[in-house]
């Protein structure tokens, strides 16, 4: 399996601009975890999905920030507009069904917004 | 907050010593992980403890943890160069499948 994949890597955009970043778990998984990083506040979570429906997204920030997962395999997350202050590394993470509750990472997409 | 924290912030060791890293948190859980972060990469599972368990071991980890305390210890035995890594308590105060991360340890085991 090649574990949870994350795009793009890394994004520099412009305030002001819509940013999409893009995870696809692993095949089997039932959880997807959206998580920000920053040296101030740490890992965050932001929103997590069980079977493609939303379960808490009291994490997300503001309403600029929307998650989505239209199906098993697929899972979005768009900031519109985005902010310098919303700079991170952001990591999708999913999870086989309960009991096991490890958490598998994706490598991350590191946002820079100027 | 629901984090953890981690104490302490940063470690510094000898290759061949023993790191002891800990966390603390403030309500109560279900279970506590712990997972590393190399550095520029997810962070990957380590070891999960359950409420109703004192100590695990995996290799050369030993998780500890004390309910009654609200906190957990994670000891690296025989450190090695590859060690080196941020470490991070998760813990689940819910009944659902989310946990939240404490602030992490920094660990640099020297050659």
């Known amino acids: 399996d090649a574990g949870v994949i994350q795009s793009p890597r890394h994004e520099v955009t412009e305030m002001g601009q819509e940013v999409t970043l893009r995870c696809k778990p692993i095949?089997?998984?039932?959880?997807l975890f959206w998580y920000r990083q920053t040296m101030m506040r740490g890992l965050e979570l932001l929103i997590y999905f069980n079977n493609n429906v939303p379960i808490d997204d009291s994490g997300m920030p503001e309403d600029r920030f929307s998650a989505k997962m239209p199906n098993a395999s697929f899972s979005t997350l768009k900031i519109q507009p985005s902010e310098p202050r919303d700079s991170a590394v952001y990591f999708c993470?999913?999870?086989?069904?309960?009991?096991?509750?490890?958490?598998?990472f994706g490598p991350g997409t590191r946002l820079t917004v100027t | 907050s629901q984090q953890g924290e981690e104490d302490p912030q940063a470690l510094s060791i000898q290759e061949g010593e023993n790191a002891t890293m800990n966390c603390s948190y403030k309500?109560?859980?279900?279970?506590l992980q712990w997972y590393r972060q190399n550095s520029g990469r997810g962070l990957v599972h380590l070891i999960l403890i359950r409420s109703n368990e004192r100590e695990k071991h995996s290799g050369r980890l030993r998780v500890t943890l004390d309910t009654s305390k609200k906190s957990s210890s994670l000891l690296i035995t025989a450190s090695r160069a590859a060690d080196t890594a941020s470490y991070f308590c998760?813990?689940?105060?819910?009944?659902?499948?989310?946990?939240?991360f404490g602030t992490g340890t920094s660990l640099t085991v020297i050659p």
């Open positions: 993470a999913s999870s086989p069904p309960p009991g096991s509750y490890e958490q598998y």
């Open positions: 998760a813990t689940d105060p819910n009944t659902g499948n989310q946990f939240y």
């Open positions: 309500t109560s859980i279900n279970n």
């Open positions: 095949s089997g998984h039932d959880y």
